[in-house]
């Protein structure tokens, strides 16, 4: 149901023929108030894809009514003429939910605009307008499930997620397999709640959830064009919540969301969790857990069921985090292998048959602490990366 | 002959039984002089291998007359201990020689010590030494061949160069095949000389030779532990080249080796040169250019032969370099496939059956440029970085 689980949401997903294998490729989640409250996080990239830079516009406008979102085509490096088709779904979206509504009376700059899929390749418009009317004409409270389904690119699987708060609820939606990286990754979600927030409190919530959780998953080190978060808003529960509940529920729904998709990495045959410990601030512990995460060679080991700390130190070692080379201490599910920077426990007691991996990393100079989640780099992560073009 | 081509080189290779294969795997260099004049380039990486650290003060002291390398074992995050085997192995080749013939008559403090290969486990020193006391027996002019081979670890083949110069010459070994990043990579250089030079000027040599050849080649993006770079002179041309023929001669050795790093590199099928143009600064070019050559998606899409140049503009956005997102081009071996950040010319005509990929990129933003060499990211990789423990 995802979305469509907190009050005042209706969504749908359908196939318009942007995907060549005919599978659902254009969702649409609208929201019905009676607020239309929104927060958006976007990627770092300077590169940003047409819909992103539009979707930055109409979200510092305030208020969105409805997201539509396509696979099968980023609209990202189209130049003028790709930020013109956005531009013309936003239209294309507004005057169709109004001519079946006449009640939402909506314009085309509450309609946010999300895509995914390859880069450079303008969108064929005739099918994802046809696609948006389609979307329209099945939009439903049960929409959510169908909607996660048409976001899915190289994805196994769709991404949902539930929260329930006091008397209101979250709900939420993600896609992205590859080029997941801080910062986001390829990857657009959509979080709704029917709680009572203005866009201020909502953007405030939305940031604190994003830096703890999509912030600190890594798969591939790759930055995306395309990344969006959007949490909307409809105040149909009637309930306010405090502040805090409401960021603690946004970032249960984005931490249950980004750990679905690392589980599901292009590729990945570990979800690997890397908690640094006894960092002298969270940004160097943040700082050693990315750069571990991205290092192609700890990655390439754990794929092999290899615990090779020495990898995992020499990764340590090209950040500017505070550490002496000879006070840390690195267990690998829990056997210290390393310790005062150098081989302790051994290494053959290392369980690496499962699929989940703990690299536990002591710095020893302070009590910061944070976890980055990564997977290792696999034969099918090249394999799918190489072929894949659509 | 490599390092043996300059007059006052002997060197040897043996096998000590450090890998388990019964390769080669101790090399020396002896510079008989007259000088003993040295510059050294070490990693960037804090957590730096015990022979990392020796030589640094080695190096410092301005005088090397002997270099010992193994393969077999990096001698990183080996703790105290590990400290004493380098001090205990370079105590041992100065006493060899000095014992070989009195007129050498050198400390440990001239020996400089390189090792490579698995982090975080100690060195048998009972083989390394009986193999510093064969190779001391062995060392000859013809030794630089022996050498090359002795350093090997995933390297399919030796690495050596020669350049002359006017009633001088430069000549070099090389070893790196993972690892490889800029600031230096698994890499172990030994670059000898027969000019007159003193050690300012051959440091100041070596830093710009390593500044445009082993500063800008990124096979995986991982840095090492162990990355030295020697240069040595002898003096025994009796000719004083002018400071920039030498550094102009050393610089073509490095880049000699650079490149043949990078052919060699783990599990490569292209060899890619990434030439950054109309950049604000070298500085700026030199950072996409590394980006780029970082990219995972961009790596795995050449070894498919795909010329996704949607993943090279993605990897571009993520620097701090001056550009406009709609006012970058891009040729992929000629065909420029993007031109103001959007699609140009039909990217079918891009050839990449070959294994030389030329990537240009111009950031329309300046008169500098830069390139950047790097290697794709194919199942062999994967493979060799998975297995390889040893």
Redesign the interface.
């Known amino acids: 149901m995802s979305v469509t689980v907190p009050q005042g949401f209706r969504a749908a997903g359908v196939a318009a023929g942007l995907k060549a294998g005919g599978a659902a490729d254009v969702a649409l989640v609208v929201n019905d108030g009676p607020d239309a409250a929104v927060a958006g996080v976007f990627t ?5 894809a047409a819909p992103v830079l539009w979707t930055q516009q109409v979200v510092h406008g305030g208020a969105v009514r409805a997201v539509v979102l396509n696979s099968g085509g ?1 609209n ?7 930020f013109q088709d956005t531009h013309a779904t936003a239209e294309h979206v507004a005057a169709a939910l109004a001519a079946a509504d006449p009640a939402l009376d909506l314009g085309a700059g509450e309609v946010a605009v999300c895509s995914t899929g ?4 303008r969108l064929p418009m005739t099918a994802l307008l046809a696609g948006v009317d389609d979307a329209v004409r099945t939009l439903s409270p049960a929409g959510g499930a169908p909607a996660a389904e048409a976001i899915m690119t190289t994805d196994t699987r769709p991404k949902t997620t539930v929260t329930q708060g006091a008397g209101w609820t979250v709900g939420g939606m993600a896609k992205g397999a ?2 997941l990286a801080p910062a986001l990754a390829t990857m657009l979600c959509v979080v709704t709640t029917d709680a009572v927030a203005d866009s201020e409190t909502l953007t405030a919530a939305l940031r604190e959830a994003c830096r703890v959780t999509f912030d600190r998953i890594d798969s ?6 395309n990344d969006t978060v959007l949490l909307l808003a409809s105040g149909a529960s009637g309930v306010t919540p405090a502040p805090g509940e409401l960021a603690a529920a946004v970032t249960a729904a984005c931490h249950d969301l980004a750990q679905q998709l690392i589980a599901d990495a292009e590729g990945a045959t570990k979800q690997i969790a890397i908690e640094v410990l006894g960092a002298a601030s969270e940004d160097d512990a943040v700082e050693v857990g990315r750069a571990v995460a ?4 700890v990655k ?2 754990l ?2 069921n ?1 615990p ?4 995992i ?7 500017a985090a505070a ?1 002496e ?2 006070s840390i201490d690195v267990a690998v599910n829990g056997v210290w292998v ?1 310790r ?4 302790a426990e051994d290494r053959s007691k290392v369980d690496l048959t499962g699929r989940d991996v703990t690299i536990r990393i002591d710095l020893r100079s302070g009590t910061a602490a944070a976890t980055v989640w990564t997977n290792d ?3 099918a ?3 799918e ?3 894949y ?1 659509s």
């Open positions: 770092a990239n300077r590169v940003k980023a990202a490096c189209t130049g003028p003429a790709g390859l880069i450079g390749e590859g080029m591939d080190g790759c930055m995306s064009t991205r290092n192609n060679l390439t080991a794929f092999g290899d090779n700390w020495g990898r130190l020499a990764a340590v070692g090209t950040t550490f080379p000879d390393c005062d920077g150098a081989a780099l696999s034969h992560y090249v394999h990366n190489s072929a073009s």
